[in-house]
C-alpha cells in the first residue's frame, strides 16, 4: 500500500511552513509597507490627477483630444473617424466616466511599464548572463495565474490603486522587456561595427544606432504592454481599481449579460483604438524603410 | 598634406577561445589546417610583416577566408591581436588604452564596408556627418563639411533621401562620403568595390583615385580581384591562409609571381596596362626619327603612341630628357602578350 500514496510531509510539517512563511511576511510588510507605499506616493497621485482630469473636464473637450490625439499619432483619418464612434456610442450608453477610469488607469501602468522595462530590456542585450537570469522571471510572471501575486500586493498595500496598478505592471511589462532585449540584439552587426570603427562611445552607440534600430520592435511591445494592461482590469477590479472591470465583476456576480457584453465591448473598443492608433504611429516613424529603390 | 605610414609587424591572429597558447606552434611552423584539426582554432594572420607608406594606396588581396577582412581590422583594433604590432605615428595602436583608441578611431581613420553599413534611419546628410557628430563637431559646420563630401562623391540632391532609396553604387558613394568627411589621415577600405557592377565598379575606382590624387591619404584597400588591385595599388601584398605570401609594386608581382599561387592569379591580366616601357626597354641606339615616351609610361600607352604615329622606334627619357634606353614596336607588343622572362 505504500507505493499508492505520494510519500508526501506530515500535515503538522506543511502547516508549520505555511505558518512561518506567512507569518514572515506579515513580519515584513509591518516593517516594510509604509515605506513601500510611501515610495508609491507619486504613482498615485499621478493616477488620481489624470483621473480627474479625464473625468471632471467637459466631455467634449476629452473627446476632441483624444480623437485629435490619435489622428496625430497615426495620421489615419478612419482609425480618428473610428475612435470618434466608438467614444460617442460608450458616452450614450452611459460608460464614459467608467472608461475615462480605465484609460486613466491603463495610461499610468503603460507609462510605468515602459520606464522600468526599456532600461531593464537595454541591461539584459548587453549582457548575456543577466539575460540567462531575467528570463526565467519573466516566464514565471508569465505564467503565474495573477491572483497569486495578488495577495502578497494586497497585503502589503491593500486594496485600491496602487496595488492595482502594481499587478497589472507585473502582468504587462514582460513583453516590455523581452522585445527591447531582442530588438537590441537583432540591430545589424555590419552598422555596429561601423559604428565602433568611427569611435562612438556606449552611450553614442545605444542612442544613435540601437534605440533607433530597436524601435518597431520596441513599439511592438509597448503595443503589447498596452493590450495586456487591458486585459487586466477585470481582474484588477477584484482589488478595487475602478473603472470598466468593475461593472464586469458585478454582472458576473449576479448574472447580468446585458451589463457584462457593454462594458466588455466597452474595454474591446478602448483596446482597438489604442492599438491601431499605436501601431499606425510606430509604422510612421519607419517611414525611412518603406520606400525601397526599385 | 601627407599621411604616415602604418608599419605591421610580426602580427599574429588565432581564432578561439586560448590563441596566446597556440603562438609558438604557429611560429615553429604549424599549419593552418592542423591547427584547426588538432587544437582546434582557427588561424587569422600568420607572422604578417607589411609597411604600408603614408599617402599611398596599399591593396591587400586574397581569396575568400584568407584574412584580408580580419587584418584590415586590426589596423583600428576592431579585432585585438593575438601577438604583434601595428605602429601608426610611433606608437602601437595594439597597447592604446580605450580612451587612446576611441580617440585615435575618430580622429586618425575612416572606414568604408563592403555592406556599406549606413544608418538605415538616417538621410544621406544624417549617414555623412556621423563620424564629425561622434567626434562632437558643432552640427552646422559638421553639415557644411559633409555637404561638400556629398557633392564630391556625386551624390549633390540626394542629401535628404534614405539609402533604401538609393542603388548600390549610390549607397557605396554615402560610404565614402561618410569616411572622407571625417578628415582623417587613414582610409581603411574593405571590398568597398565588391558589391558593385563592374561598371559602376570602374566608376567608383576613378573617385578614389582622383580624391586620392588630391588628398594623399593612407589608404588600405582590400580585394580579391586582381584588376582593381592593380588599378588602385602603389603597394599590392597578397594574402594566403592568414599569411602574406608576396608583397611589392604591381608589376613586380606580375613580372616575378613568387609562386604556382600567384602564377594562377596573374595569368590573365592586361599586361600592357602593368609593365612599364623602363621594364622592356634596351640600349640599343635608337634611330634618330624615333619617337620620344617618358619613363614610366606603361607598355599598353606606348604601343598606342607607336602605332598613331606609325612609328617602330621610340627612346625612352627621363623627366630632364636624358636617354635611358629605348624600345620596338615589336618588344612592346609581345611583351604585352607574353609572359616576359627575365
Ligand atoms: N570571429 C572569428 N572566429 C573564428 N574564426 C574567424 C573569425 N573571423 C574570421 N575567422 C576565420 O579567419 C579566416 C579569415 O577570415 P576573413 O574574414 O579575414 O577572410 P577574408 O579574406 O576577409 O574573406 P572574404 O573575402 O570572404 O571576406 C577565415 O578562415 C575565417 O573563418
Ligand atoms: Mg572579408
Known amino acids: 500500500m505504500e507505493w499508492i500514496e505520494f510519500p508526501s510531509l506530515s500535515r503538522e510539517t506543511l502547516r508549520d511552513i505555511r505558518v512561518t512563511l506567512d507569518d514572515g511576511f506579515k513580519e515584513f510588510t509591518r516593517a516594510y509597507g509604509e515605506t513601500l507605499e510611501a515610495m508609491l506616493e507619486p504613482l498615485k497621485i499621478f493616477l488620481i490627477w489624470l483621473e480627474d482630469l479625464l473625468i471632471s473636464s467637459p466631455w467634449i473637450i476629452i473627446l476632441a ?19 470618434f464612434l466608438a467614444l460617442v ?15 486613466a488607469m491603463v495610461t499610468v501602468c503603460t507609462i510605468t511599464a515602459i520606464v522600468l522595462g526599456i532600461p531593464i530590456g537595454i541591461a539584459m542585450s548587453r549582457s548575456d548572463r543577466l539575460q540567462a537570469i531575467i528570463t526565467p522571471i519573466l516566464d514565471l510572471m508569465q505564467t503565474m495565474p495573477s491572483f497569486v501575486y495578488l495577495i502578497p500586493v494586497v497585503m502589503i498595500f491593500g486594496l485600491g490603486k496602487v496595488p492595482g496598478v502594481i499587478a497589472v505592471v507585473i502582468y504587462a511589462i514582460p513583453p516590455m522587456i523581452r522585445l527591447t532585449n531582442l530588438g537590441i540584439r537583432l540591430v545589424d552587426k555590419d ?47 477584484m482589488i478595487g481599481v475602478r473603472g470598466l472591470g468593475q461593472p464586469v465583476l458585478q454582472a458576473i456576480n449576479n448574472q447580468y449579460f446585458t451589463l457584462g457584453v457593454m462594458n466588455g465591448l466597452a474595454i474591446v473598443a478602448i483596446a482597438i483604438i489604442f492599438d491601431r492608433a499605436s501601431q499606425a504611429y510606430g509604422k510612421r516613424l519607419q517611414k525611412h524603410s518603406e520606400v525601397i529603390h526599385g | 598634406m ?41 588561424l587569422g594572420l600568420n607572422d604578417i610583416n607589411i609597411f604600408m607608406p603614408g599617402g599611398k594606396i596599399t591593396v591587400v588581396m586574397g581569396l575568400s577566408g ?47 564596408f563592403q555592406k556599406f553599413a549606413l544608418l538605415p534611419h538616417r538621410t544621406v546628410l544624417k549617414n555623412t556627418v556621423y563620424g564629425l557628430e561622434v567626434q562632437g563637431v558643432d552640427k552646422d559646420e559638421a553639415e557644411q563639411r559633409a555637404r561638400k563630401w556629398i557633392t564630391r562623391v556625386g551624390l549633390e540632391g540626394f542629401e535628404d533621401h534614405y539609402p533604401n532609396q538609393l542603388s548600390g553604387g549610390m549607397q557605396q558613394r554615402v560610404g565614402l562620403a561618410r569616411a572622407l568627411t571625417n578628415d582623417a589621415d587613414i582610409l581603411l577600405m574593405d571590398e568597398a568595390f565588391s558589391a558593385l557592377d563592374p561598371l559602376i565598379r570602374m566608376d567608383m575606382q576613378t573617385v578614389l ?11 588600405v584597400f582590400i580585394t580579391h580581384d586582381l584588376d582593381e588591385a592593380l588599378r588602385l595599388g602603389d603597394h599590392i601584398a597578397i594574402l594566403r591562409d592568414g599569411a602574406v605570401i608576396q608583397q611589392g609594386s604591381g608589376q613586380d608581382i606580375v613580372l616575378n609571381p613568387a609562386d604556382a599561387y600567384i602564377t594562377d592569379f596573374v595569368k590573365d591580366v592586361n599586361r600592357g596596362r602593368v609593365i612599364e616601357v623602363d621594364t622592356i626597354m634596351t640600349k640599343k641606339e635608337p634611330p634618330k626619327d624615333a619617337l620620344i615616351i617618358s619613363s614610366g609610361a606603361m607598355l599598353e600607352d606606348a604601343a598606342k603612341k607607336l602605332s598613331e604615329a606609325g612609328a617602330v622606334n621610340a627612346k625612352i627619357v627621363d623627366g630632364t630628357g636624358k636617354l635611358l634606353g629605348s624600345i620596338t614596336i615589336q618588344d612592346t607588343i609581345s611583351a604585352m602578350v607574353t609572359p616576359a622572362t627575365h
Open chain 1, 65 to 83: 483630444v483624444i480623437v485629435a490625439a490619435v489622428y496625430a499619432g497615426s495620421r489615419n483619418w478612419k482609425i480618428a473617424l473610428g475612435t
Open chain 2, 66 to 112: 584568407s584574412g584580408k577582412s580580419t587584418l584590415i581590422r586590426h589596423i583600428n583594433r576592431l579585432i585585438d591581436p593575438t601577438a604583434g604590432e601595428v605602429i601608426y605615428q610611433g606608437n602601437d595602436v595594439c597597447k592604446m588604452s580605450d580612451a587612446e583608441l576611441q580617440d585615435f578611431r575618430r580622429h586618425k581613420t575612416a572606414m568604408v
Open chain 2, 209 to 219: 583615385l582622383d580624391i586620392q590624387e588630391e588628398l594623399e591619404k593612407t589608404i
Open chain 1, 89 to 103: 456610442a460608450i458616452g450614450i450608453f452611459g460608460m464614459w466616466e467608467d472608461t475615462m477610469r480605465t484609460i
Open chain 2, 2 to 42: 601627407a599621411s604616415d605610414g602604418i608599419e605591421i609587424r610580426n602580427l599574429y591572429k588565432i581564432f578561439g577561445p586560448k590563441g596566446e597558447d597556440y603562438v609558438d606552434l604557429v611560429k615553429g611552423g604549424m599549419s593552418k589546417a592542423a591547427l584547426n584539426e588538432q587544437h582546434g582554432h582557427v
Open chain 1, 191 to 237: 552598422v555596429l561595427e561601423a559604428a565602433d570603427a568611427f569611435g562612438s562611445s556606449n552611450w553614442q552607440k545605444l542612442k544613435d544606432v540601437q534605440l533607433p534600430l530597436a524601435l518597431p520592435t520596441i513599439m511592438a511591445g509597448i503595443n503589447q504592454c498596452i493590450m495586456m494592461s487591458l486585459a487586466m482590469v477585470v481582474v484588477a477590479s
